[in-house]
């Protein structure tokens, strides 16, 4: 098997810069817009945000010298993180050039929407192998398998409330992508009855799926997420990823800022993933293996305190967890399970 590339230092460290930038804001006004409306003399001013193919109007109220002033502190924000964009923007060239992991464009473009109408800032949570690509960049490898995938994984705990960002009285997933004109269409359920999960572009692979953690009995019953105006699919063992998230760069246009799962829970959690899919799913198990395999390889190595901490809270999610988690850790490279065995086994 091909041995893990390391990134040259200096792309770690650009990595690094990228992140610190990213956290903080850096609004452009690109789909905003301030206009005013005059009615009987008086002057009125509204905000409009545009989505995509769709823009929508917020009344603000009648004109006065405080609303004048907060409209033009606002454009002089657009107007000050301009030198951080072109910043930004060069830091992701640079990247790119130093052998970093690229996000295709249409998955930029669909995690970029989301970015920006608050998903990630709400407590959204990218899983599955966008993640993985990810992990790339935050770990400073390439990946020897980058095992592709068009499927966009957005998941969220429904169990905890979450707290819109302003303007924003509620983010509606469904029509961020309906308005974005890439051409979204609601996937329907196995159960006609049931809400849709999934939405995916016509005549492509690209789809997105909201999924939230399955507590309790066993159930298939799509769980409305409120804050996002749409239904998740339940997912047994889900909430173990999304205790413990992290933020990470998508190396697309000048970055998107995402959560992600911690990288050594997302590995045990695909070694529980394997064993829980059907036979038939080959493809998807060896796939499953792939990745935690080469996190592992990395981990070990750079970050065995991950480990650790990720396998005791493994232990907490109980009997049928921890067996189908080892079931797992047999079926990767025995020299990968060892090493990380020399971690998490106790004496």
Not at 171 to 193: Q, R, T, W, Y
Request: aromatic share 8%.
């Amino acid at each position: 098997m091909t041995e893990i590339q390391r990134l040259p230092d200096m792309v770690t460290l650009q990595y690094s810069e990228l992140m610190q930038q990213c956290i903080h804001p850096a609004p452009d006004g690109s789909n905003i817009s301030f206009k005013s409306k005059k009615v009987a003399g008086q002057r009125y001013w509204y905000l409009y945000i545009s989505l995509g193919n769709r823009q929508s109007e917020h009344y603000l109220g009648k004109e006065t010298t405080e609303l004048l002033d907060k409209i033009g502190e606002e454009k002089s924000l657009w107007e000050s993180t301009k030198d951080d964009r072109l910043v930004r923007a060069r830091l992701v060239a640079m990247l790119l050039a130093g052998g970093a992991t690229v996000t295709p464009n249409n998955e930029g473009k669909v995690i970029a929407l989301l970015e920006k109408s608050g998903m990630f800032l709400a407590g959204g949570v990218i899983i599955g192998t966008l993640a993985f690509r990810a992990y790339a960049n935050m770990l400073g490898v390439i990946w020897h398998s980058q095992l592709q995938t068009h499927d966009i994984d957005l998941a969220s705990d429904y169990k905890f409330p979450i707290v819109i960002p302003r303007r924003k009285k509620t983010i509606n997933l469904s029509d961020i992508l309906f308005n974005s004109g890439m051409g979204f269409l609601e996937v329907p359920a196995l159960n006609h009855k049931s809400p849709s999960t999934k939405f995916k572009i016509q005549g492509q692979e690209l789809s997105v799926e909201l999924l939230t953690p399955m507590r309790g009995r066993e159930t298939a019953k799509p769980i409305k997420i409120p804050e996002l105006s749409a239904f998740a699919e339940p997912i047994r063992f889900l909430d173990y990823l999304l205790d413990d998230i992290q933020p990470a760069v998508l190396l697309y246009k000048h970055g998107v800022l995402i959560n992600i799962p911690a990288p050594a829970r997302f590995a045990f959690h695909k070694l529980v993933v394997s064993q829980r899919r059907r036979a038939g799913d080959v493809e998807k198990i060896k796939r499953d293996l792939a990745q935690a395999e080469q996190l592992f390889e990395i981990l070990v190595d750079n970050r065995p305190g991950d480990l650790i901490l990720a396998h005791e809270a493994a232990e907490k999610m109980g009997e049928k967890f921890m067996v189908q988690l080892a079931s797992g850790m047999k079926q990767i490279r025995p020299e990968v399970s060892e090493a990380v065995g020399e971690f998490i086994l106790s004496d």
